[in-house]
């Protein structure tokens, strides 16, 4: 994936990001763990014409599953699941991480 504005650098985050984007996607993504749950962080385009859909929101976090191991894991949304945390800023996704 080509050079993604993401709105924020990694160290104003209370949470380790780990890339798991992949070629196709439309957006990057991004894995965290907090004690024994994994986390998605999906990032949008901040301009919302460069959206694949234009209504989703920059940040979305969801719960996801691991389907790898611990030295190898294969983080997936977990699509059973609502996500947890939606918005067009990053001041409150900030305040999510941190919660």
Partial sequence: MSRFELGFKSSE??????DCSYEND???SFYFRVKDQ????WVEYKD???REDPDSPRYTVC???N???DESPEIYSDSSKEDLFRSEYV???I???SS
Avoid: H, M
């Fill in 13 to 18: 985050l209370p949470v380790t990001l780990k």
């Fill in 38 to 41: 994994y986390y998605k962080l």
């Fill in 48 to 50: 919302k014409a460069q």
């Fill in 67 to 69: 389907e790898g191991d």
């Fill in 91 to 93: 001041s409150e996704l």
């Fill in 63 to 65: 719960k996801a599953i």
């Fill in 26 to 28: 439309t957006c990057p």
């Fill in 95 to 97: 305040g999510f991480l």
